[in-house]
């Protein structure tokens, strides 16, 4: 947790890490939802567990390093780091036995009458225990490394969520050694689920997980002792990386040390089997200096996360939702040249219901193009063997000036970051890792192209990341333009970025940290003097979360003064809307539905002269004031009005997928009752498979 300036005003704020877990809770309210095809609710339960995980590698651990050390304050809701803590265990006590007894008691019954089964040990049949012990002898033993614990054998380095069974033992092995426990690790190269033949299931599909085969099987490996128990756990470590910038000289060596040792970093939650006795639990907590607020139960798998293996194996489509392809803008149609089209009119990329083959065609078109001099892009995230990599090399092979900022800190990525940035400098790529303490997030891409003697910039910017399958899962605005204003700010943030030298005055955008924060409390203050001086009066904003203080007690502010506030935020939101007094006109509703909403968007009345906005930030004091982001206007009137329509009015009229948060900080179903059901994803769809 941050270090803060204490608020004076504690109450008027939700405490972000129990915000984040309610977003966690909205994911799994839809695996309970009947009315979505069932491999997806099992998807929903994985994802809503693997969410999990996350929190705890990374909320959770950075609350109790700060705690271990003493140097924790609250944040701006006031609650002592401690409390945090004891009332993310309380929640996350409730989500873990949640999900389990949706698994059991919903997903499994109904999974097995559409013919998918996974039988429990003490259902297998003589022909199931024979198939899954030739699987065990063949696949897995071979590849298992059994370590008993004794003074030689001390208890081993375990990494950060493998699988692992901790095996209670009686006697002596060939060495007159006495047998108390033993460790086997879940070979990471085997899956941890197998599918049974056909010739052996009773069922069209039929999967048991690779923890069950190894509970099954475990004496195989211990011969001559009695097992007397074997139980499956698995420990969560701090995933943050701390790397001090300033002190080291080559960040990408750094961080590559760094990653070394992530999978096995500080323990901040063991989960282990609720049959596990308490003698074993105690000895896991002791080796991973745990204490009892730390562990957690599971009736059932403790890497039930895994399931989601299965909805790739099944060919069950009525279990899926439908199949889609992206659409391409009518303008880009006919293998026109997209610089023309550029040139004729802006365009706007709406993913995933448009195709980010746009952005692709873009490149292909400009690595190819003997008048295109220079690119310069920006990349966060983009996976694995990213299309654009490929095209960003290919320019360079071919001779033109490439410069591409790689944000080697991207949370997760950064192994990956690493390994694309020297793929890119071995090409001829100038590599840019950015600039010290800010996270580089903005998502540019410009393309310096020679038309008829002068020189012309073109420019794609985009809420979300240069990503090629996200892109099919998240919701995105892109922009491609020839705007010159906007060419001109887009290059000078390139050079501010690469170079040094002062803040720079921007024509058109807005950037964190130097502008946007300051921007969006001013446009904010503008919305409430048109509310005083009864002019139209309005704010819209739709936002991965909302956590800064500053722009959340702004928006009461407004609030008081009389402007409507709507806000659509898919995540965690701090503010406490509906407030008699504080927050009467403001309204916030979170959309969970088959896309990640992930688009930023922010639009405000302006006295009757709108302006539509949309950016790579949320409204969270990281993105404001820690990170370089981009904030970027869309213009052209009848797209800004698209953006209007299918972002906003179209998200704000959702009776389907939509939750509305109170101001005590809990989320409600809001439901059609006798309005005409209506999804905004669903319509969006619509658009593209009418």
Not at 66 to 72: I, L, N, S
Not at 332 to 360: W, Y
Not at 419 to 429: C, D, K, T
Request: glycine residues 6%.
């Amino acid at each position: 947790m941050t270090t803060r300036k204490k608020n004076p005003a504690p109450e008027l704020h939700l405490n972000r890490e129990l915000a984040q877990l309610e977003f966690n809770a909205r994911v799994l309210a839809q695996a309970h939802d009947a009315s979505v095809p069932l491999l997806e609710r099992v998807r929903y339960l994985c994802i809503a567990n693997s969410n999990l995980d996350e929190f705890f590698e990374v909320q959770v651990a950075i609350l109790r390093h700060h705690v271990a050390f003493g140097d924790a304050v609250p944040g701006p809701d006031g609650m002592p780091p401690a409390e945090v803590l004891r009332r993310i265990r309380t929640r996350a006590l409730d989500l873990v036995r949640e999900q389990y007894a949706l698994w059991r008691e919903c997903l499994l019954p109904a999974l097995e009458r559409e013919g998918v089964a996974f039988p429990e040990r003490a259902h297998w049949t003589a022909r199931h225990k024979h198939w899954l012990q030739q699987y065990f002898r063949s696949e897995v033993l071979p590849v298992l490394s059994p370590l008993g614990l004794d003074p030689a054998h001390p208890f081993p380095r375990i990494l950060n969520k493998s699988l692992n069974i901790a095996v209670a033992l009686r006697g002596t092995d060939a060495f007159g050694r006495e047998g108390h426990v033993a460790l086997v690790r879940a070979p990471r190269s085997l899956p941890r689920i197998v599918r049974l033949p056909a010739d052996v299931a009773a069922h069209p599909y039929e999967f048991v997980f690779l923890s069950s085969i190894l509970l099954q099987f475990v004496d195989e490996l211990f011969p001559g002792m009695r097992v007397k128990g074997a139980y499956p756990f698995r420990v969560t470590r701090n995933s943050e990386l701390f790397v001090d910038e300033e002190e080291v000289e080559n960040l990408a060596h750094a961080l590559r040390d760094e990653l070394r040792g992530r999978g096995f970093a500080r323990a901040v939650r063991l989960e282990i089997s609720d049959t596990c006795p308490r003698s074993v639990a105690d000895f896991l907590m002791h080796n991973f200096e745990l204490d009892e607020t730390q562990v957690y139960r599971c009736n059932g798998p403790v890497n039930i996360h895994r399931v989601a293996a299965i909805c790739e194996q099944i060919d069950r489509p009525d279990l899926k939702f439908p199949k889609f392809a992206p659409r391409m803008p009518a303008a880009l149609l006919n293998e026109r040249c997209v610089f023309d089209a550029i040139t004729e009119h802006d365009i706007l990329l709406h993913h995933p219901f448009e195709s980010f083959e746009a952005v692709l065609e873009l490149m292909r078109q400009a690595s190819a193009d003997p008048n295109v001099l220079a690119i310069k892009q920006t990349l966060y995230r983009t996976g694995a063997d990213s299309p654009l990599v490929g095209l960003l090399v290919d320019a360079a092979r071919a001779g033109k000036d490439v410069t591409v900022v790689v944000e080697l800190r991207a949370r997760f990525d950064e192994e990956q970051n690493i390994v694309f940035a020297n793929r890119l400098q071995e090409a001829g790529v100038q590599v840019v890792y950015g600039v010290v303490g800010y996270k580089t997030h903005a998502k540019m891409l410009l393309i310096v192209r020679r038309e008829h003697g002068v020189l012309r910039r073109y420019v794609h910017l985009s809420t979300g990341n240069y990503h090629h399958l996200t892109s099919l899962v998240y919701t995105d605005i892109g922009l491609m333009t020839a705007n010159a204003e906007i060419g001109s700010d887009v290059h000078a943030l390139f050079q501010q970025i690469s170079g040094l030298g002062p803040a720079i005055r921007l024509k058109r955008l807005l950037q964190s940290p130097f502008t946007l924060h300051r921007g969006v409390l001013d446009m904010i203050a503008r919305e409430a003097e048109h509310a005083r001086a009864g002019k139209p009066a309005r704010i819209v904003a739709k936002l991965n979360a909302l956590n800064e203080a500053g722009v959340v007690e702004a928006l009461y502010a407004a609030s008081r003064a009389g402007v409507s506030i709507d806000l659509i935020v898919r995540g965690a939101c701090t503010l406490r809307p509906g407030v008699a007094g504080l927050s009467d006109n403001i309204r916030v509703r979170s959309i969970i539905g088959r896309f990640l909403e992930h688009s930023r968007v922010y639009w405000f009345a302006n006295g009757g002269d709108a302006q539509v906005y949309c950016a790579s930030a949320d409204w969270m004091e990281r993105n404001l004031l820690r990170r370089i982001e981009v904030c970027f206007p869309i213009l052209d009137a009848e797209l800004a009005q698209r953006v209007v329509e299918e972002s906003l009015d179209n998200y704000l009229a959702d009776n389907t997928q939509a939750w509305r948060l109170h101001g005590d900080g809990h989320y409600e179903r809001v439901l059609p009752g006798d309005d005409m059901p209506h999804s905004a994803q669903t319509a969006l769809l619509a658009r593209v498979c009418p």
